[in-house]
C-alpha cells in the first residue's frame, strides 16, 4: 500500500471529520490544521494507527502572524513516517494573550528542546511540559524575541529607507 | 559527620542541601578544552561515576532566524556558513536548494554533479574532524595532526572554487558563481589519489587498536527505538542501526545517479559511531571519484555549464554589468534583493555533516523570508546527552560528548 496524500488526508476526516481544515499541499507536502486542544490527540493517531505511523518528529517551530486576530501565534510539526517516506505538516493556532498548546514530550522526546526554544522566541506555553524554560536566550529576558512586535534594525535610525529593505519599517 | 561540618562552617551560607549531599557537582564547560565547543555541561558525579548530567547551550546564540527575516535569499547564505562551520558547503547548498525550491528553479546535471564533489568534500572534513578528535580524547593525537593535511587540501579546493576556506559563502541559486578552474580540478584528482591511502592509514591506527576500542565499545550507547524518539537524524541515528539518509529517501542534486552504500552500525555507542563515520568516508569517496568520472564525460556545450538560467537571482557577467544597461540593473537588483519571492511554504532538508539540515521557510511574496526555521540536528539531538551519560565515567563522558560531534554553531543558531 502506499501511503499517498489522499490516503492521509481520507484517514483524518474520518476520524476526526471538520476539525482538520485548511488542507493544502505546498510543494507536495500535505499541510493541514487542527483546533489547538486536539493537537496531541491527532499526533497520538498519526503515530499509532497502523496505516499511518508517523513516528518521528523532525521538526517544531513557531511562527507569528500578528494580522490574524485570535490566532496569531501558531506551532508548526513536521512529522515523518520513515518506512514509507512520507511527511506532513500539522499546524495549530492560539491567541496570543493565552498562548497555551499541549506539550508533544509525551510522544517524542525531541519536543523537549524545540518546545523549549519556541517558548524562548515566542512565548508559546506548552502545557505539561517537563521544564519549560528559556534555552538559548538568557533568563532575564523578559520579552519573546522573534515575535513580529520587535523590529529587527533600530527604528530610529534616518540614514536607511527601509522600504527599500522588503517589508516598510514597522515590522 | 556533616552535623560536625554544619557547626564548624554555620557562618558561611551555602545552598541548601550542599551539606549533607553525597556527591560533587561539577561545571563541565561553557570553556573547557575538552568539550570542543562552547556548552556546559552540570554534572552531578559520585566519584567519577556520572549521577546527572544538565546542559547548558546558547552561548554563542546570534539570533540567525530574526536576522534572515530581514535579509533577501543571497545575505541569508553567510548565515548558514556560522551554522555547522565544519562543513558550511553543505549547510550553502541546502540553503540555495531551498530557495531553488521556492522558485522552480531547474539545475542542470553538470551543476548537480559539480554540488555533489562539494558536498561530499565537506562531509569528509567533517567526518575527518569529529573522528580525529574522538582519536585525541582517547589520548591519540598523531592522527589528528596527521589527517589535518588533507583537510587543508579540501580547503585550498573550496579556496580555488569560492575564494574563502571556513565560511565559504559557496555558490549561487542555481550553480556556482564560477566554473570550477583547473587547478581545483587537479586538486581533486590529487585528493582521490592520495587520500585513499591517508584514510587507510588513519583508520588501521584506530579501527583494531586495543586502547581505543576498550575507550569507545559500550560507551554512550543508544537503542534505535530511543535514538529515534530524540529526534537523532544522521550518522548517530545510523550508528544505532536504523539506514536513515536523506541524500537516499529524498534524493537532491542528483543523488539518485550515484552508487553508493549507507554504513549502519548496532549498538549506536561511540565505537560504531566513529565505525560509521569512517565507512561514510569511504562512500563519499566513491562518489566524488564517480561525480568526477561523469563529469569528464559532458562534451561540447554542456560541459561548460555551471548555473542554471535564473537571471532573476543569478548574478549577470561582470562585463555585461560594465556595459549593459539591463545587467547593470539586474546587478542591483539582486544585490540589494530588490526582487519579491514568490508565495509559498517550503521544506527542504539535506544530510548534513551531523544528520538531516532542514530549512523551513515561509514566504508572504516579500524580499525577505516571512519566516525561516532551520532544523539544527545537533540541537535536537544533544537532548539525549544526559541520558547517554548516566551512570558513565566522567572520562567516558568526554568521548560521548565529542563523537555526537556537536559543534557550538550549529546548536545555538
Known amino acids: 500500500m502506499v501511503l499517498t496524500n489522499e490516503f492521509i488526508t481520507q484517514k483524518l476526516t474520518e476520524k476526526f471529520g471538520e476539525a482538520i481544515t485548511n488542507i493544502e499541499e505546498p510543494y507536495g507536502l500535505l499541510t493541514f490544521e487542527v483546533p489547538k486542544e486536539m493537537n496531541l490527540k491527532v499526533m497520538q493517531f498519526l503515530h499509532d494507527d497502523p496505516d499511518l505511523q508517523f513516528r518521528f518528529l523532525t521538526d517544531l517551530c513557531g511562527v507569528h502572524y500578528p494580522d490574524q486576530t485570535g490566532r496569531e501565534l501558531g506551532v508548526v510539526y513536521h512529522l515523518h513516517n520513515m518506512p514509507e517516506n512520507v511527511r506532513v505538516r500539522l499546524k495549530v493556532f492560539t491567541n496570543i494573550q493565552q498562548p497555551d498548546v499541549f506539550t508533544a514530550t509525551k510522544l517524542y522526546e525531541s519536543a523537549n528542546w524545540q518546545e523549549r526554544e519556541t517558548y524562548d522566541f515566542y512565548g508559546i506555553n506548552f502545557v505539561g511540559h517537563p521544564n519549560l524554560k528559556r534555552i538559548l536566550n538568557v533568563d532575564e529576558m523578559d520579552y519573546f524575541p522573534l515575535r513580529k512586535e520587535y523590529p529587527l534594525e533600530d527604528q530610529t535610525r534616518i540614514d536607511k529607507d527601509d522600504e527599500m529593505f522588503g517589508r516598510g519599517g514597522s515590522i | ?413
Open chain 2, 1 to 413: 559527620m556533616s552535623e560536625l561540618i554544619q557547626q564548624e562552617q554555620h557562618h558561611v551560607k551555602l545552598p541548601e542541601g550542599s551539606i549533607g549531599k553525597q556527591t560533587t557537582t561539577l561545571n563541565l564547560g561553557p570553556t573547557h578544552p575538552a568539550t570542543h565547543g562552547v556548552f556546559q555541561n552540570i554534572l552531578e558525579v559520585d566519584g567519577e561515576r556520572i549521577v546527572s548530567a544538565e546542559q547548558t547551550v546558547g552561548y554563542i546564540h546570534r539570533a540567525f532566524e530574526k536576522i534572515a527575516e530581514r535579509r533577501p535569499l543571497y545575505q541569508i547564505t553567510p548565515l548558514t556558513d556560522r551554522l555547522n562551520y565544519c562543513s558550511a558547503p553543505i549547510n550553502n547548498m541546502g540553503w540555495h536548494l531551498t530557495c531553488e525550491k521556492l522558485l522552480g528553479v531547474k539545475t542542470p546535471k553538470r551543476v548537480d554533479y559539480l554540488r555533489v564533489i562539494i558536498m561530499e568534500l565537506s562531509r569528509i572534513s567533517d567526518h575527518l574532524i569529529c573522528n580525529s578528535i574522538v582519536g585525541v580524547d582517547t589520548g591519540a593525537f598523531t592522527g589528528f595532526l596527521y589527517v589535518m593535511q588533507y583537510r587543508e587540501l579540501i580547503y585550498e579546493i573550496y579556496e580555488e572554487i569560492c575564494g574563502s576556506r571556513l565560511t565559504t559563502n559557496i555558490g549561487r541559486i542555481g550553480g556556482f558563481e564560477r566554473d570550477f578552474s583547473n587547478t581545483a580540478f587537479e586538486k581533486i584528482e590529487r585528493f582521490l589519489k592520495e587520500y585513499p591511502v591517508v584514510l587507510k592509514e588513519f583508520e588501521n591506527l584506530f579501527q583494531r587498536n586495543r586502547i581505543f576500542m576498550e575507550r569507545t565499545m559500550g560507551t554512550g550507547g543508544i537503542s534505535a527505538e530511543r535514538a529515534l524518539n530524540y529526534g537523532f537524524t544522521g550518522p548517530n541515528l545510523r550508528a544505532a542501526g536504523v539506514d536513515y539518509d536523506v541524500r537516499v529517501t529524498a534524493p537532491y542534486s542528483s543523488y539518485e545517479d550515484f552508487e553508493f552504500e549507507i554504513p549502519v552500525g548496532t549498538t549506536g555507542d561511540n565505537y560504531d559511531r566513529w565505525l560509521v563515520r569512517n565507512q561514510e568516508m569511504w562512500q563519499s569517496l566513491r562518489i566524488i571519484e564517480q561525480a568526477y568520472r561523469k563529469i569528464q564525460e559532458f562534451k561540447g556545450e554542456e560541459a561548460t555549464v555551471y548555473h542554471a538560467d535564473v537571471p532573476e537571482y543569478y548574478l549577470p557577467k561582470k562585463e555585461d554589468v560594465y556595459t549593459k544597461m539591463e545587467a547593470l540593473i539586474w546587478h542591483f537588483k539582486i544585490i540589494m534583493g530588490e526582487i519579491d519571492m514568490p508565495k509559498g511554504e517550503v521544506y527542504h532538508a539535506v544530510e548534513g555533516g551531523n544528520g538531516e539540515l532542514g530549512f523551513y521557510l515561509i514566504s508572504d511574496g516579500g524580499r525577505a523570508p516571512f519566516r525561516l526555521h532551520f532544523r539544527r540536528p545537533c540541537f535536537i539531538y544533544y537532548q539525549a546527552y544526559s541520558e547517554l551519560t548516566k551512570g558513565a565515567m566522567l572520562s567516558d563522558a568526554i568521548i560521548t560528548l565529542s563523537s555526537l560531534n556537536l559543534i557550538a554553531g550549529e546548536m545555538d543558531a
